[in-house]
C-alpha cells in the first residue's frame, strides 16, 4: 500500500515550491518502483516522475524536468516529489502508486495508488 501526503499548503503562487511524500507499508519488499502522476478534470493520468524502490533510476518528464525531482528517504520508506518553479499549469491532482518491477510511465502498470492530493497554482 502507499499513502500521499502534501508537505505544504496546497495552494501555491506561482514560482513557489511545494514537496510531497509517498509512504509504502506493508510487502514493501514486493515494491519494484514508485510512480508519481498527475491529473486534471476531465484527462487521464499524466506521468511525473519515478524511481526505482531501491533508490536507483530515477527518472522525471520532460515537462517538470529541471523543476522537479524525486528521492527516497530509506529509513522511513517514502519517496518525495520536490516541485520548485511552479507553474499554473502545475494544477492537478497528484497520486502516487507502486508496481512490482521497473517503473512505467503507463498508470496501467501500477497496482496499488494513495489517495491523491490537490496542487493549486495560482499565477
Known amino acids: 500500500r502507499c499513502s500521499c501526503r502534501r508537505l505544504g499548503g496546497g495552494l501555491v503562487q506561482a514560482g513557489d515550491s511545494l514537496r510531497l511524500s509517498c509512504a509504502a507499508s506493508?510487502?514493501?519488499?514486493?515494491?519494484?518502483?514508485v510512480g508519481w502522476f498527475r491529473q486534471v478534470p476531465g484527462k487521464g493520468r499524466d506521468f511525473v516522475a519515478a524511481?526505482?524502490?531501491?533508490?536507483?533510476?530515477?527518472y522525471v518528464d520532460d515537462p517538470v524536468k529541471g523543476r522537479f525531482t524525486i528521492s527516497r528517504d530509506n529509513s522511513e520508506n517514502t519517496v518525495y516529489l520536490q516541485m520548485s518553479s511552479l507553474k499554473p499549469e502545475d494544477t492537478a491532482i497528484y497520486s502516487c502508486?507502486?508496481?512490482?518491477?521497473?517503473?512505467?510511465?503507463?498508470?496501467?502498470?501500477?497496482?496499488?495508488w494513495g489517495k491523491g492530493t490537490l496542487v493549486t497554482v495560482s499565477s
Open positions: 506493508g510487502r514493501t519488499f514486493s515494491v519494484g518502483a
Open positions: 524511481m526505482l524502490w531501491n533508490g536507483g533510476g530515477a
Open positions: 502508486a507502486v508496481k512490482g518491477g521497473p517503473f512505467s510511465r503507463n498508470a496501467a502498470d501500477y497496482k496499488y
